[in-house]
């Protein structure tokens, strides 16, 4: 069988997952690496046991082996990553957030459409079987049209003032911090199994932690860095509260931080229906609970048995036996990767856990509505409805 290749620029925390998933498809060859240097490049290269390495990512995309370009730099080069990738008409998978603002996500998105390319942005926690799941119950109807979505995104790897991440300088990371980080997984989350816009949103935003001593060297996620440091003064958030409104007509609310002890990577959301609820949280993801109020609230297991049919490609074990976050970011990387197998135009229906640069245009612009909110003191403020001029 023709196998796909494909090379990774950024091959940092992330990005070596993006490597294992697309491994475990079978039909994917992992080409290349780019970091920064020649030197950084090969030392990955060699840790991944990636044949080729390159000092810079217009080396890898000018690799004729590679077809599929995946962007897991830090945020202020996805764009010129990506533009680059489309001059060479690549298929582009990248992370998120798509872009540092809206209207950059805009541009990427009107680029890969215009390229003809498929181009995905892995929003991983849409690949969860039991998301799935609850996604097909909102959609059958069966909880009874949404009224309330709740939840919350809790992290505490920030927690000190020695914890640093590029992601807390606004020249690196963009002007938000926590929100555009974790809060625009959630955002997709709940608008992808509800199945409802958000359209108005009332922030509040603070900066728990306004010194930070910065090393000398950029630590990669969640590690904790050691040697020389300077202060560094904060302007990001890294606690958030967000109120919503949906054009579905819901209400919602979102608190977001990464500064939050004991919190490790606490995503969870709660819809509330006229005849049911749902509650899922990442760290307990082989679970769904199921709120009744004529009946006994009920927790569905992850069992493939027990799922419909829209969520079972999404399981690959029996009952009992638990899946977890590299298994729904594998599921993410099935269905873009089988989309571009099969020679689908980019246009054509997609399965749902494949989000696109329009998903990803469309949490940036929350996010951009979210930081105009708490700029203004915390007023309801309309998200960007630019997207309604193309569809
Ligand atoms: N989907 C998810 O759940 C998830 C999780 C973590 C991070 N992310 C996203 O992935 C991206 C990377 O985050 P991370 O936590 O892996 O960061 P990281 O700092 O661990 O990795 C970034 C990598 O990019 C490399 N890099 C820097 N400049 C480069 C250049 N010019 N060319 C090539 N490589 C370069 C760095 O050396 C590093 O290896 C971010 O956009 C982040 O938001 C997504």
Known sequence: MHKIGMGLIGPGFVGAHHIDAVRRLGFVDVVAVAASSDASARRKAEALGVPKAYGSFEALIADPDVQVVHNTTPNYLHGAVIMAALARRKHVISDKPLAMTGAEARQ????A???????AVTFNYRGNP?????????????IGPVHFVHGAYLQDWLLEATDFSWRLEPEKGGQSSAIGDIGSHWCDLVQHVLGQRIVEVLADLTTVVETRMKPASSPE???????????FTVRS???ATVLMRFD????GSMSVGQV???HKNDLWFEANGRKASLRWRQEQQNELWIGRRDG?????????SLLNEAARPYAHLPGGHQEAWADAFRNVMRDVYAFIASGRRPDEPRPPAFATFEDGYRAAVIVDAILESHRRGGVWTKVDSLIEART
């Open 248 to 251: 579905g007509g819901a209400k």
């Open 296 to 304: 006994a609230n009920g927790m569905l297991p992850k069992d493939p």
């Open 108 to 111: 990427l998105w009107e680029a």
């Open 130 to 142: 039991l998301v799935q799941h609850a996604r097909e119950l909102v959609a059958r109807d069966e």
């Open 221 to 231: 996620a969640f590690a904790r860095g050691d040697g020389a440091r300077e202060p």
């Open 260 to 262: 939050c002890a004991g």
């Open 113 to 119: 459409a215009n390229a003809g390319v498929v181009h």
């Open 237 to 239: 958030e890294d606690l």
